[in-house]
């Protein structure tokens, strides 16, 4: 089965400086994708990134990149000039077409950005 | 315009009570899902439904039902609620199933059972 696993709790940055999530995924299929969805305390989910695993480029949106190393399964966020705005809930997620589109999403990672 | 929206926002109800959670995309979309967030934040997949047909059902108790009248609605009934189906529900939607079309959230229901 598929598994994804956000193995830092809590992070904190300084505003404007960069901070880096962590993402690792366990899964058998060679074709998926990969998001990073931020929960604020508004408790909207909100897509920032997606990654399609046959694309070997990262991703990136503004200030937010990943680093995708589909050899090690790993897939973390990068975000850069952090603002008091990117405090949130991270969540990485995985979906496949073997998984109906559903995603699996990690325990979440919860980011602090002091001023 | 609210793409996905669900009502009602909060819900507070007494054990043993039936309840429903309503959910509307305006956004053409063919996949409407139900998830579940955890008093630790943890999202897990309840259900789906590609065109008004059941695709996903995640060993979900019985006393869950969800019901989708039309591609653009999925609603969902929980009979006989209990403690621990305290939670917030979140209902999504995706252009198809096909794993490439990110989903779009509703805002949340928080359901509190006393």
């Not at chain 1, 990073?36 to 920032?48: A, F, N």
């Amino acid at each position: 089965a598929q598994t994804v696993t956000q193995s830092q709790p809590e992070m904190s940055v300084q505003e404007a400086e960069t901070v880096t999530l962590s993402c690792t995924y366990d899964t058998s299929e060679s074709d998926y994708y990969l998001f990073w969805y931020k929960q604020p305390p508004s408790r909207q989910m909100i897509l920032v990134i997606r990654q399609e695993a046959y694309k070997q480029q990262n991703a990136t949106e503004n200030r937010f990149s990943v680093n995708f190393q589909k050899a090690a399964k790993s897939f973390s966020l990068k975000i850069s000039d952090s603002q008091l705005g990117d405090a949130a809930m991270y969540f990485c997620a995985y979906s496949s077409y073997n998984q109906g589109g559903k995603l699996i999403f990690g325990q979440g990672t919860e980011l602090s950005v002091k001023p | 315009d609210t793409a996905v929206s669900q009502t009602p926002k909060y819900l507070v109800t007494q054990m043993g009570n039936d309840k429903s959670i309503k959910c509307e995309q305006n956004l053409g979309h063919d996949t409407m899902y139900w998830y579940k967030q955890d008093s630790k934040k943890f999202l897990k997949i309840m259900f789906s439904y590609n065109n008004k047909e059941l695709i996903i059902n995640e060993t979900v108790p019985n006393r869950f039902s969800p019901k989708s009248p039309d591609k653009a609605h999925l609603n969902l009934h929980i009979n006989s609620l209990e403690l621990g189906d305290s939670a917030v529900y979140f209902c999504a939607s995706s252009q198809d199933n096909r794993g490439l079309s990110p989903l779009h959230f509703g805002n949340g229901t928080r359901l509190t059972v006393t």
